[in-house]
């Protein structure tokens, strides 16, 4: 079992930037890929971007590249999100989650453990 936390979220003006956390505790960290999720009103949970238990490969979807990054600290048992000029339609819970597959696994049934997720909301 992997018990994850999110941290970070908030209110923020269009442009600026937020950095989410994600603690986790339980089984051993490194063995787990990781990702973040957000899901806005009314859409379907969607993903953000994913890193491996090593943190040497990251994936991302393309309306964040260059805005957001993923980094871990396998030592800190920690995974953050980094979100620079943040936009409106950024606006979502956003969640972490946990892999036993290791890899930069996008899909959702890929993923096993999951926070409670964190709010993010950015106005225009």
């Known amino acids: 079992q992997v018990t994850l936390v999110e941290s970070g979220g908030g209110l923020v003006q269009a442009g600026g930037s937020l950095r989410l956390s994600c603690a986790a505790s339980?089984?051993?960290?490194?063995?787990?890929?990781m990702a973040w999720f957000r899901q806005a009103p009314g859409k379907e949970r969607e993903f953000v971007t994913s890193i491996s238990w090593s943190g040497g490969s990251t994936a991302t979807v393309d309306s964040v590249k260059g805005r957001f990054s993923i980094s871990r600290d396998n030592a800190k048992n920690t995974v953050y999100l980094q979100m620079n000029s943040l936009k409106p339609e950024d606006t979502a819970v956003y969640y972490c989650a946990a892999s036993s597959s290791r890899g930069t696994a996008v899909r959702i049934s890929q993923y096993s453990y999951w926070g409670q997720g964190t709010q993010v909301t950015v106005s225009s």
């Open positions: 339980g089984r051993t960290f490194s063995n787990y890929a």
